[in-house]
C-alpha cells in the first residue's frame, strides 16, 4: 500500500525556517507523476503552496513565490519544501499530495494520494 509520509513540521518564529519532507513509500512505484504540497490553515480552504507539473515544472501560490522553494528526488520518490522568510499567516497544517502509477497485477493504474498533514505554527 502506497502511503505518503511527511515530517518536518514544528514551531518557528516569524522570520525563521523550516524544511518539509514527503516520501512515497510501499506498494509498487512505478513512477511518481505529479507531487506537491498544500495548506490548510483553520477556518479556510486547502490551497496549493507550491507542487511539480506532469512535465516537471514548478508551479507556486502567490502568497509564497520568491520565499518558499520545492525540489525533489526523482529516485527517493520524495519531495522537499524548504521555506524561508516565515510569517504568522504561514501558519497551517501542510499536506503532502501526489499522483503516482503502482504496478499492480492487472497493470499500472495511477492514484491520487495524500500524507497525514503536518503541523507549521509561525509564532513568536
Known amino acids: 500500500q502506497v502511503q505518503l509520509v511527511e515530517s518536518g513540521g514544528g514551531l518557528v518564529q516569524p522570520g525563521g525556517s523550516l524544511r518539509l519532507s514527503c516520501e512515497a513509500t510501499?506498494?509498487?512505484?512505478?513512477?511518481?507523476?505529479?507531487m506537491g504540497w498544500y495548506r490548510q490553515a483553520l477556518g479556510k480552504q486547502r490551497e496549493l503552496v507550491a507542487g511539480?507539473?506532469?512535465?516537471?515544472?514548478?508551479n507556486y501560490g502567490d502568497s509564497v513565490k520568491g520565499r518558499f522553494t520545492i525540489s525533489r528526488d526523482h529516485a527517493k520518490n520524495t519531495v522537499f519544501l524548504q521555506m524561508a522568510s516565515l510569517r504568522p499567516e504561514d501558519t497551517a497544517v501542510y499536506y503532502c499530495?501526489?499522483?503516482?502509477?503502482?504496478?499492480?497485477?492487472?497493470?499500472?493504474?495511477?492514484?491520487?494520494?495524500w500524507g497525514q498533514g503536518t503541523q507549521v505554527t509561525v509564532a513568536s
Open positions: 499530495n501526489a499522483e503516482i502509477i503502482v504496478a499492480t497485477t492487472e497493470g499500472l493504474y495511477e492514484y491520487d494520494y
Open positions: 510501499g506498494g509498487s512505484i512505478f513512477r511518481t507523476n505529479v
Open positions: 511539480y507539473t506532469f512535465a516537471n515544472n514548478t
